[in-house]
Each structure stands twice: as structure tokens, then as C-alpha cells.
């Protein structure tokens, strides 16, 4: 058997494993109750690892005040001072099974979601979507109503929404994308239908559980209050199926990408853990303040694209039309994104019709041979992080081409090739 049908055979065992999971919403734990050895002195965050040197401050401000909220410190600065004293220990979420939204912070105590695929029953988590707010632990900030907010996740809606899926025997996300992708969502920057759908099917389970008044009242604004609470269900579904093509021998997909505002990093399923870097991009868009410019916003930090590693976001563009447009775009951009990621892929999730591309299933699984050949880069979609902290808007941006290339060599170099 040639090297390229060894590729060939590991890339369609993976594209098989994306195409047909069934990804389901099964619990809601601490994040020490998910993954396996999570020490009381450390904290995760998104994007691959950091030297904390080079973190910028919105990323010190999030971690020290994660660090705070778990009573590791008395102050954001003490924190910090910890961890560059290594008495504090940080981790790329991703390296865990776990996604980091926004700037990502997670400690034992963070309440995640936390997702199953029931056909190879590989699992992820994600922390729970804090919310559009401008002050929140996700966009650099740490104040007395942010760790009220956070003390309010952990001992009352992380159990309770715990309580509700358990009650439900759980909720099938695939179905819910199945309908949303042909409902204008691309699921990265825009969840508005697949949220509803998902609100739909938990508010009868919230209905029936036996709370206090009250309770029931905040969880249900909460839930309410947001259309953006589902992507955090799919950042944890992705992860989840990735951690099934992680390691396949001879893969060349990619199955994990985030920046931690420094570098960018991306991982592919034949190297497993190892990570490819380069300076992280900074995206292109919308500013929420007119005013604001490209230096007041951060290079690219988050796990949220891990929706792009799964095949929606940025390369479902064509679904997502209204949201292109957010993010500098318009519709033929939005065609012409989802075709290109086409070229570079192997796959695409026909279970998820896109009626404007003759119900053509958005592209997925990422081929690092693919990218480099073409020289096409897929475009991914997010947030964008004020460098002061906060949100400063929504772009986009084409991945680093560098990260596509350290990947292949270090795949040749592995077969001897």
C-alpha cells in the first residue's frame, strides 16, 4: 500500500467519524469532576500554550481573576505574580478535552458542559456561555458583579442545568444543526435559530424539575436573557469528535485550532497532541465602536473556532449569510468562503443542507495537504478582543498558512518521507 492510500484510508475513517457523530448534551460538572488529574492550582485557557510573559493584559486579567474566584489569591496582581512564580500552573484547555471560550479561563470549580458523541462515545467540555454583557471574566474583566456572576454559575445554574439535560436524557445537537444550518446560522458568530431550537426543547425540562420559585426565575432569564448559549454546546461537541480523529495514524485533517493572543496553534490527527504555531492573526470586521481601529483590538484569542475543526462557521459561510456581512462580508463573499473551504476538505455534512447551494452540506475535515497544495487558507469567523478588555467586535480571518506547513513536514518527517 502507497503512502498516499495509507492518507487516503486514514482520512476517510476520520471524515466517516465527523459526518456520522451524534453529538449529545449529557451533563453539566465541575470542571475537576471532567478532566482527569485537575489539580486545585490550575487553570486552563484557550488557544495553544503560553509563555506568560507574553500574555496580554486582558489575558492576565482573566486568569488572575479566575485564580481569585477559586481563592488561589486575594487580588488579580498577587495572582499574576503567582503565576509567573509557576505556583499557579496554566494549560491550553485543548490539551484537556476541553474548550475555552473567549479568553477561556477554567478552574476546578468551573461548571462545564459537557458533551458525548454516542457513537464512539468520545467526550468534551466547554464552559458555559457567561453572557453578552461588556464587563465578563471571558473578555479580561474581574469585578465584585463578575465574581457574583461566576459564584452564581457554580452553586446554583451549572447544577440545576445539570439536573435538566440528566431529565431529559440528554439533548441530540446534530438534530439541532440539522435545521439551524438551513435557518441562516453558520454557528460560529451566528446561533440565533439553533439556540431557539435548543430553548425549545429544555424549557419543558426546566419546568418539570422541583425548584424554588426563584431558582427557576434566574435560571430561566438566564437562559432567556442569550442567543449565543448553544455555541458553547458546540464548542464542547467539537472537541468531542475531534478527540475521536486524534490520532489516527496517516490522518493529515486538522482537529484543533484557538489563539491565546500571542500565538495561534492548530494540531492534526496523525501528530495527536503536538502543536503547530504562528503569530496569531488579528481579525478583520465590524468594531462595536466606530471609533475604535485595528490597534485597539487583540490578535486572535479564543477556542471558538474549533466550530471551523467540526466544518461550520467560517466554512459553513453560505448558511450564514446575514452574519458575513457582520463580519465585513457580503453574500458572495459568503459563497465564495464556504466554496473555497470546499477545496481544501474531504468531506461535508450532508445531514446539514444549505438550500441556496442546491442543499449542499457545509465542508468539513480540513486536509493540511489540501491547504498547502492550493494555498488556500479557510477563512474562520469570531469574536474580537478589545485590548483593554471586553468585547471590540466580530471578523474574520484566514488561518496561518505556517501552521499548515510545520504540520506537514513534521508528518513526513514521521513516516520517513
Given at each position: 500500500?502507497?503512502i498516499?492510500?495509507?492518507?487516503?484510508?486514514?482520512?476517510?475513517?476520520?471524515?466517516d467519524?465527523?459526518?456520522?457523530?451524534?453529538l449529545?448534551?449529557?451533563?453539566?460538572?465541575?470542571?475537576?469532576d471532567?478532566?482527569?488529574?485537575?489539580?486545585?492550582?490550575?487553570?486552563?485557557?484557550?488557544?495553544?500554550?503560553?509563555?506568560p510573559?507574553?500574555?496580554?493584559k486582558?489575558?492576565r486579567?482573566?486568569?488572575?481573576?479566575?485564580?481569585?474566584q477559586?481563592?488561589?489569591?486575594?487580588t488579580?496582581?498577587?495572582?499574576?505574580?503567582?503565576?509567573l512564580?509557576?505556583?499557579v500552573?496554566?494549560?491550553?484547555?485543548?490539551?484537556h478535552?476541553?474548550?475555552?471560550?473567549?479568553?477561556?479561563?477554567?478552574?476546578?470549580?468551573?461548571?462545564?458542559?459537557?458533551?458525548e458523541?454516542?457513537?464512539?462515545?468520545a467526550?468534551?467540555?466547554?464552559t458555559?456561555?457567561?453572557?453578552?454583557?461588556?464587563?465578563?471574566?471571558?473578555?479580561?474583566?474581574?469585578?465584585?458583579?463578575?465574581?457574583r456572576?461566576?459564584a452564581?454559575?457554580?452553586?446554583?445554574?451549572?447544577?440545576?442545568?445539570?439536573?435538566?439535560?440528566?431529565?431529559?436524557g440528554?439533548?441530540?445537537?446534530?438534530?439541532?444543526?440539522?435545521?439551524?444550518?438551513?435557518?441562516?446560522?453558520?454557528?460560529?458568530?451566528?446561533?440565533?435559530?439553533?439556540?431557539?431550537?435548543?430553548?425549545?426543547?429544555?424549557?419543558?425540562?426546566?419546568?418539570?424539575?422541583?425548584l424554588?420559585?426563584e431558582?427557576?426565575?434566574r435560571?430561566?432569564?438566564?437562559?432567556?436573557?442569550?442567543?449565543?448559549?448553544?455555541?458553547?454546546?458546540?464548542?464542547?461537541?467539537?472537541?468531542?469528535?475531534?478527540?475521536?480523529v486524534?490520532?489516527?495514524?496517516y490522518c493529515?485533517?486538522?482537529?484543533?485550532?484557538?489563539?491565546?493572543?500571542?500565538?495561534?496553534?492548530m494540531?492534526?490527527?496523525?501528530?495527536?497532541?503536538r502543536?503547530?504555531?504562528?503569530?496569531?492573526?488579528k481579525?478583520?470586521?465590524?468594531?462595536?465602536?466606530?471609533?475604535?481601529?485595528?490597534?485597539?483590538?487583540?490578535?486572535?484569542?479564543?477556542?471558538?473556532?474549533?466550530?471551523?475543526?467540526?466544518?461550520?462557521?467560517g466554512l459553513?459561510?453560505?448558511?450564514?449569510?446575514?452574519?458575513?456581512?457582520?463580519?465585513?462580508?457580503?453574500?458572495?463573499?459568503?459563497?465564495?468562503?464556504?466554496?473555497?473551504?470546499?477545496?481544501?476538505?474531504?468531506?461535508?455534512?450532508?445531514?446539514?443542507?444549505?438550500?441556496w447551494?442546491?442543499?449542499?452540506?457545509p465542508?468539513c475535515g480540513?486536509?493540511?495537504?489540501?491547504?498547502?497544495a492550493?494555498?488556500?487558507?479557510?477563512?474562520?469567523h469570531?469574536?474580537m478582543?478589545?485590548v483593554?478588555?471586553?468585547?471590540?467586535?466580530?471578523?474574520?480571518?484566514?488561518?496561518?498558512?505556517?501552521?499548515?506547513t510545520?504540520?506537514?513536514r513534521?508528518?513526513?518527517?514521521?513516516?520517513?518521507?
Open positions: 500500500m502507497t498516499s492510500e495509507r492518507i487516503d484510508g486514514a482520512n476517510r475513517r476520520a471524515a467519524i465527523l459526518t456520522k457523530a451524534q449529545m448534551w449529557v451533563d453539566v460538572v465541575p470542571a475537576r471532567f478532566i482527569p488529574g485537575f489539580t486545585e492550582n490550575l487553570i486552563l485557557f484557550a488557544g495553544p500554550p503560553l509563555d510573559r507574553h500574555a496580554l486582558p489575558v486579567i482573566a486568569i488572575g481573576g479566575a485564580a481569585v477559586e481563592g488561589l489569591a486575594k488579580v496582581e498577587e495572582a499574576w505574580e503567582m503565576v512564580r509557576g505556583e500552573l496554566l494549560a491550553a484547555a485543548l490539551d478535552k476541553c474548550a475555552g471560550g473567549g479568553l477561556g479561563p477554567v478552574t476546578a470549580s468551573t461548571p462545564v458542559l459537557v458533551v458523541d454516542a457513537v464512539t462515545h467526550r468534551g467540555c466547554c458555559i456561555y457567561e453572557g453578552s454583557e461588556a464587563e465578563l471574566l471571558r473578555w479580561g474583566f474581574y469585578t465584585p458583579a463578575v465574581a456572576r461566576l452564581w454559575f457554580r452553586d446554583e445554574l451549572g447544577p440545576v442545568l445539570g439536573k435538566m439535560v440528566q431529565a431529559m440528554g439533548l441530540n445537537i446534530r438534530n439541532i444543526l440539522a435545521r439551524a444550518t438551513g435557518m441562516g446560522d453558520e454557528n460560529h458568530y451566528r446561533n440565533a435559530a439553533s439556540n431557539a431550537l435548543t430553548m425549545f426543547q429544555v424549557f419543558p425540562a426546566l419546568i418539570e424539575l422541583p424554588e420559585h431558582v427557576r426565575k435560571v430561566s432569564r438566564f437562559l432567556a436573557g442569550y442567543e449565543r448559549f448553544f455555541l458553547h454546546l458546540l464548542m464542547a461537541g467539537a472537541v468531542a469528535v475531534t478527540e475521536a486524534k490520532g489516527i495514524e493529515t485533517l486538522m482537529i484543533a485550532i484557538g489563539g491565546n493572543g500571542d500565538e495561534f496553534g494540531k492534526f490527527g496523525d501528530t495527536g497532541d502543536w503547530f504555531r504562528a503569530a496569531a492573526p481579525l478583520k470586521g465590524v468594531y462595536l465602536n466606530p471609533q475604535w481601529t485595528d490597534d485597539d483590538m487583540c490578535p486572535f484569542i479564543g477556542d471558538s473556532c474549533m466550530v471551523e475543526a467540526y466544518g461550520l462557521g459553513a459561510a453560505a448558511a450564514g449569510a446575514a452574519v458575513v456581512r457582520m463580519t465585513g462580508g457580503n453574500f458572495r463573499e459568503a459563497l465564495q468562503r464556504t466554496e473555497e473551504a470546499r477545496q481544501v476538505c474531504v468531506a461535508s455534512h450532508d445531514w446539514a443542507p444549505i438550500p447551494l442546491d442543499f449542499q452540506g465542508p480540513i486536509d493540511m495537504r489540501k491547504v498547502v492550493t494555498g488556500i487558507a479557510p477563512i474562520v469570531g469574536g478582543a478589545h483593554n478588555g471586553g468585547q471590540g467586535g466580530g471578523g474574520c480571518c484566514r488561518l496561518p498558512m505556517d501552521c499548515f510545520q504540520g506537514l513534521a508528518f513526513a518527517a514521521k513516516h520517513g518521507l
